[in-house]
């Protein structure tokens, strides 16, 4: 079965400064996906970014980019000029692009954005 | 908005009643997907139906239940309710498989006193 460890119970950033979240994962499957979700304290699941393993850029959406290390099962968030609005828990997520669906989700990281 | 429609948004209950939870998917979306959250156990996926049909089944107990009914909604049913119980219920909907990425409601939050 896959694991998805995000070792960084909690981080903080001051604001407009730039952090990074890890992710690893476990698995022995070739072609999957990852996923960055933002969880503010509205408790709402945001997709912040996603990335399939079979091709080597890694995705960018504006201020959010990934490092995908595939042969390190390694998927990092980095988040450039924070701001407020960035503070939330961070789940990373695999999904197996065989058979089941299902998103394997991280403990969580929750970001601390400092003014 | 992220065009999942959950009810409720909270419900409060004792434990042994039976309750039902509510997901309307976004428009055009065939799959919905069931998770719960807890603070011991995270998030865990339940269970997915695509266009009326279970597609796979996580860590669901046997005292929950789920159904997608022709018009693609879908109802999560917990019975035999224990405190354990207690966590936010998620539903999201994908147009399904590939790389579609998942759309979540705003959870309902099920507290058994």
């Known amino acids: 079965a896959q694991t998805v460890t995000q070792s960084q119970p909690e981080m903080s950033v001051q604001e407009a400064e730039t952090v990074t979240l890890s992710c690893t994962y476990d698995t022995s499957e070739s072609d999957y996906y990852l996923f960055w979700y933002k969880q503010p304290p509205s408790r709402q699941m945001i997709l912040v970014i996603r990335q399939e393993a079979y091709k080597q850029q890694n995705a960018t959406e504006n201020r959010f980019s990934v490092n995908f290390q595939k042969a390190a099962k390694s998927f990092s968030l980095k988040i450039s000029d924070s701001q407020l609005g960035d503070a939330a828990m961070y789940f990373c997520a695999y999904r197996s692009a065989y058979g089941s669906e299902k998103l394997v989700f991280g403990k969580g990281t929750k970001l601390t954005v400092n003014p | 908005d992220s065009g999942v429609t959950q009810t409720p948004k909270h419900l409060i209950t004792a434990t042994g009643q039976r309750v039902t939870l509510r997901c309307s998917p976004r428009?055009?979306?065939?799959?919905v997907y069931w998770y719960q959250q807890s603070l011991d156990q995270g998030l865990q996926f339940l269970i997915q139906y695509y266009n009326g049909e279970e597609r796979a089944k996580g860590n669901i107990l046997e005292r929950f239940s789920a159904q997608q009914f022709p018009d693609l909604h879908s109802e999560l049913n917990l019975s035999s309710l224990e405190l354990g119980d207690s966590a936010l219920y998620f539903c999201a909907s994908s147009v399904g498989g590939g790389y579609q990425p998942q759309h979540f409601g705003d959870g309902t939050r099920l507290s058994i006193l």
């Open positions: 428009s055009g979306d065939l799959s």
